[in-house]
């Protein structure tokens, strides 16, 4: 699955004179939540310096400055962004860094907020000069405008923001003396805590961060739950924030993304208390459960749909294979995408092995499909290199809604579950059969929450905040 891109990543660290070399391969770990963007802010010497670019971590952050490392900085903390909200430019390029009040403050934020055009009209009206066109600058303005009257207490200020904002937000945000790590009441998106030794702490949107940052893995970040990490590692500080119950109806607590567990996370994190490798093959052996395909091979679309398939071939009994090869170097096409072959132009990432397929009966395990092209040509690329049947089994419910909460889905127009009954899909992919994961299948994989602990408005469209006003998707229901 090409067609969406993940939400941003996080990463801090305080009490390791490393701390700004931890952060940059905490970053590198992530950089699958985004490409777009990636910056370093530090604290230095009472004052806080920033460096980012657009581009991959490696690119971005190959030029830090000579000297961090000889100051001994011990706070940092990053960001590698896929914008959800606002353009590519630079100035949306985070960490952010401004100065409120005489304060220097610096925000990184993953996630959507669902108010943000409500709140940034209001801000407008009350005289707010904005310099970036990112969701998350807006936080910064809602401080700002309560920072006298607070008495200058940023971590006030900060709270008094946090209770305007709807939708996913986790946030790290630094003063010269530390960094707070935030995560919204809903509990949206992942952030946990990892300890550095004895010395020092971690916080990162996924826990593949830590072996890099030579930090354990300690617990999840709350959901509305603000910490405190000072700068030279003690003790961190826990706050609660916002209002609680008042947010939920039918019992509902938290609303995790599962799409983090079906294609987001890399599968050596811990996200919201569960292995995702252990739920991806769970979600591969709920699947065989109910949709055992009649195929002499299971085969996965590399690389978010790979642990899936290996708990469907270990579940059904019958073998699994690599039945694509790929290119790990798939660079700018010098075809022009108007007049190239469309099957062409995907099989550049992805190719089929005919040694694999040819004359058999073969089994995809995809973990979603969205608009339906990229599978389309890859099943015709199939067919080409001789596999005699062509079965597809998605490991989650048919996507029928957009996302307000971090995900660029497309709009829901576009979806091929939204137009298509399962059988017109079938038949427009030129599959000889198809079954999607049940939701109820899905939500049984996680362990640590509960199944009402998690959003699937993408799956169902019950949203656990409303979208905003004129955004709600039609869904042909089917």
């Given at each position: 699955?090409?067609?969406?891109?993940?939400?941003?990543?996080?990463c801090?660290?305080?009490?390791?004179?490393?701390?700004?070399?931890?952060v940059?391969?905490?970053?590198?770990?992530?950089?699958?939540?985004?490409?777009?963007?990636?910056?370093?802010?530090?604290?230095?010497?009472?004052?806080?310096?920033?460096h980012?670019?657009?581009?991959?971590?490696?690119?971005?952050?190959?030029?830090?400055?000579?000297?961090?490392?000889?100051?001994?900085?011990t706070?940092?903390?990053?960001?590698?962004?896929?914008?959800?909200?606002?353009?590519?430019?630079?100035?949306?390029?985070?960490?952010?860094?401004?100065?409120?009040?005489g304060?220097?403050?610096?925000?990184?934020?993953?996630?959507?907020?669902?108010?943000?055009?409500?709140?940034?009209?209001?801000?407008?009206?009350?005289?707010?000069?904005?310099?970036?066109?990112?969701?998350?600058?807006?936080?910064?303005?809602?401080m700002?405008?309560?920072?006298?009257?607070?008495?200058?207490?940023v971590?006030?200020?900060?709270?008094?923001?946090?209770?305007?904002?709807?939708?996913?937000?986790?946030?790290?945000?630094?003063?010269?003396?530390?960094?707070?790590?935030?995560?919204?009441?809903?509990?949206?998106?992942?952030?946990?805590?990892?300890r550095?030794?004895?010395?020092?702490w971690?916080?990162?949107?996924?826990?593949?961060?830590?072996?890099?940052?030579?930090?354990?893995?300690?617990?999840?970040?709350?959901?509305?739950?603000?910490?405190?990490?000072?700068?030279?590692?003690?003790?961190?500080?826990?706050?609660?924030?916002?209002?609680?119950?008042?947010?939920?109806?039918?019992?509902?607590?938290?609303?995790?993304?599962?799409f983090?567990?079906?294609?987001?996370?890399?599968?050596?994190?811990?996200?919201?208390?569960?292995?995702?490798?252990?739920?991806?093959?769970?979600?591969?052996?709920?699947?065989?459960?109910?949709?055992?395909?009649?195929?002499?091979?299971?085969?996965?679309?590399p690389?978010?749909?790979?642990?899936?398939?290996?708990?469907?071939?270990?579940?059904?009994?019958?073998?699994?294979?690599?039945?694509?090869?790929?290119?790990?170097?798939?660079?700018?096409?010098?075809?022009?995408?108007?007049?190239?072959?469309?099957?062409?132009m995907?099989?550049?990432?992805?190719?089929?092995?005919?040694?694999?397929?040819?004359?058999?009966?073969?089994?995809?395990?995809?973990?979603?499909i969205?608009?339906?092209?990229?599978?389309?040509?890859?099943?015709?690329?199939?067919?080409?290199?001789?596999?005699?049947?062509?079965?597809?089994?998605?490991?989650?419910?048919?996507?029928?809604?957009?996302?307000?909460?971090?995900?660029?889905?497309?709009?829901?127009s576009?979806?091929?579950?939204?137009?298509?009954?399962?059988?017109?899909?079938?038949?427009?992919?030129?599959?000889?059969?198809?079954?999607?994961?049940?939701?109820?299948?899905?939500?049984?994989?996680?362990?640590?929450?509960?199944?009402?602990?998690?959003?699937t408005?993408?799956?169902?469209?019950?949203?656990?905040?409303?979208?905003?006003?004129?955004?709600?998707?039609?869904?042909?229901?089917?």
């Amino acid at each position: 699955m090409t067609e969406v891109r993940e939400s941003c990543g996080l990463c801090a660290v305080t009490g390791d004179r490393e701390a700004a070399a931890f952060v940059a391969e905490g970053l590198h770990a992530q950089q699958h939540r985004g490409q777009e963007a990636a910056g370093i802010l530090v604290s230095s010497g009472g004052s806080l310096e920033l460096h980012k670019g657009l581009g991959l971590v490696s690119e971005v952050l190959a030029s830090l400055p000579e000297g961090w490392r000889e100051r001994g900085i011990t706070a940092a903390m990053g960001h590698v962004r896929y914008g959800t909200y606002g353009s590519g430019s630079l100035a949306n390029a985070q960490p952010l860094l401004v100065e409120i009040s005489g304060r220097q403050v610096g925000i990184a934020h993953n996630g959507t907020l669902s108010n943000a055009s409500v709140l940034k009209n209001e801000l407008t009206k009350l005289g707010a000069i904005f310099q970036t066109n990112s969701d998350t600058e807006i936080i910064l303005h809602l401080m700002a405008h309560r920072m006298e009257s607070t008495g200058y207490d940023v971590r006030h200020a900060l709270e008094l923001a946090l209770a305007r904002l709807e939708g996913a937000f986790c946030l790290l945000v630094m003063v010269p003396g530390g960094i707070y790590a935030v995560r919204d009441p809903l509990g949206f998106r992942p952030l946990s805590l990892g300890r550095i030794g004895s010395h020092g702490w971690a916080v990162a949107s996924e826990t593949i961060a830590f072996p890099l940052c030579c930090a354990e893995y300690v617990r999840e970040v709350e959901a509305g739950e603000m910490l405190w990490l000072p700068s030279d590692g003690g003790e961190p500080a826990s706050w609660r924030f916002g209002p609680q119950e008042s947010l939920f109806g039918s019992g509902r607590k938290l609303a995790q993304c599962i799409f983090e567990h079906v294609y987001f996370a890399r599968p050596g994190s811990i996200v919201f208390g569960d292995s995702v490798y252990e739920v991806r093959i769970r979600m591969g052996e709920r699947l065989a459960d109910e949709s055992p395909a009649p195929c002499d091979v299971v085969i996965p679309v590399p690389d978010s749909g790979m642990f899936a398939a290996l708990g469907y071939s270990r579940r059904m009994g019958v073998a699994f294979d690599m039945g694509f090869t790929r290119n790990h170097y798939v660079g700018r096409t010098f075809i022009d995408p108007a007049t190239a072959r469309r099957a062409a132009m995907v099989t550049r990432k992805l190719q089929p092995i005919p040694e694999a397929v040819r004359g058999k009966r073969v089994c995809v395990v995809e973990d979603s499909i969205v608009r339906g092209t990229t599978s389309r040509a890859r099943i015709k690329a199939l067919r080409e290199a001789g596999a005699s049947e062509v079965h597809m089994r998605v490991s989650c419910p048919p996507h029928r809604f957009g996302c307000f909460f971090g995900i660029d889905f497309p709009q829901p127009s576009a979806l091929i579950a939204n137009n298509m009954s399962l059988e017109e899909i079938r038949k427009t992919l030129d599959l000889d059969s198809l079954s999607y994961l049940s939701r109820e299948g899905m939500l049984s994989c996680v362990r640590a929450h509960s199944p009402c602990d998690y959003c699937t408005a993408c799956f169902n469209g019950d949203y656990p905040v409303a979208p905003p006003e004129g955004a709600m998707p039609r869904s042909c229901g089917q």
